[in-house]
C-alpha cells in the first residue's frame, strides 16, 4: 500500500545536538510539508516542497532545514538554533502543490530534547 | 490573512447522541475546507473536504459538513456517534497564496465520547 512513513517514531536528543526526521512516500506525489504540532496550537507550517530540489520556508522555519533530492524524501533537521524543539512532527504530501489536493499525513515523530 | 477558529478546546457526548463541531475562517474568497480527524500519537485522516457546489458534503465514517457562506462556517456534524470517534478534530483551510497546496489549521476539538 502507498503511504508516508515517518522514522523513527520517537526521538530522543540532547540539548545543542542536530537531529534529522526522516519522510518517506511512495505516493508519487509532488508536494511534501512539514508541520509542527504542539497541544492547543494546531498544526503549524515549517517547510513544504512543490517539486524536486525546491522548497520554501513556511510560518516558523527558523531552527529547521530541509532538502529535496528525490522526489520520495523530505526529511528536516531540526538544529541546535531552534529554541523550543521538543514537540509532535508530522510529514504529508499531496499530488500536487495546489489548494484542492488534500494532504496525506504521516504517523509523525515525537521529538524530546532534554 | 487567512485564519481558521475552532472555538470549542473539548466536547464530551454521549454515545449515539449527535456531534457538531464548530468551524469559523477568514478568507478573501472562496476557500478550500477540509476536516481531517487523528487518533493519539497518530498522523490525520482527512475526513471530507468542500471545494465548490453543494455546501453539504459527505465524508468518511459517517460525517458531514455543511459550508455557509453567510457565516464563514464549515461546521462537522455526525447523527450518531460511536465509542470510536473519540479523537481530536482538525479543520483547515487553503492557505490562499497560489498554488502551494499549504494548509492554516484550526486549533483542533478534543472530542470524548462517554459510554
Known amino acids: 500500500d502507498g503511504g508516508i512513513t515517518q522514522s523513527p517514531k520517537y526521538l530522543f536528543r540532547k540539548e545543542g545536538q542536530n537531529v534529522t526526521l526522516s519522510c518517506e512516500q511512495n505516493?508519487?506525489?509532488?508536494?511534501m510539508y512539514w508541520y509542527r504540532q504542539d497541544p492547543g496550537q494546531g498544526l503549524r507550517l515549517i517547510y513544504y516542497?512543490?517539486?524536486?530540489?525546491?522548497?520554501q520556508k513556511g510560518d516558523i522555519a527558523e531552527g529547521y532545514s530541509v532538502s529535496r533530492e528525490k522526489k520520495e524524501s523530505f526529511p528536516l533537521t531540526v538544529t541546535s538554533a531552534q529554541k523550543n524543539p521538543t514537540a509532535f512532527y508530522l510529514c504529508?504530501?499531496?499530488?500536487?502543490?495546489?489548494?484542492?489536493?488534500?494532504?496525506?499525513f504521516g504517523n509523525g515523530t515525537r521529538l524530546t530534547v532534554t | 490573512a487567512q485564519s481558521v477558529t475552532q472555538p470549542d478546546i473539548h466536547i464530551t457526548v454521549s454515545e449515539g447522541a449527535s456531534l457538531e463541531l464548530r468551524c469559523n475562517y477568514s478568507?478573501?474568497?472562496?476557500?478550500?475546507l477540509f476536516w481531517y480527524v487523528q487518533s493519539p500519537g497518530q498522523g490525520l485522516q482527512l475526513l471530507l473536504k468542500?471545494?465548490?457546489?453543494?455546501?453539504l458534503v459527505q465524508g468518511i465514517k459517517g460525517f458531514e459538513a455543511e459550508f455557509k457562506r453567510s457565516q464563514s462556517s464549515f461546521n462537522l456534524r455526525k447523527p450518531s456517534v460511536h465509542w470510536s470517534d473519540a479523537a481530536e478534530y482538525f479543520c483547515?483551510?487553503?492557505?490562499?497564496?497560489?498554488?502551494?497546496?499549504?494548509?492554516?489549521f484550526g486549533q483542533g476539538t478534543t472530542l470524548q465520547v462517554k459510554p
Open positions: 483547515a483551510v487553503d492557505h490562499g497564496s497560489g498554488n502551494t497546496g499549504k494548509l492554516i
Open positions: 478568507y478573501g474568497a472562496t476557500p478550500y
Open positions: 504529508a504530501s499531496s499530488i500536487r502543490p495546489q489548494g484542492n489536493s488534500p494532504l496525506h
Open positions: 516542497s512543490q517539486i524536486v530540489n525546491d522548497f
Open positions: 505516493l508519487n506525489h509532488d508536494a
Open positions: 468542500y471545494f465548490s457546489g453543494d455546501t
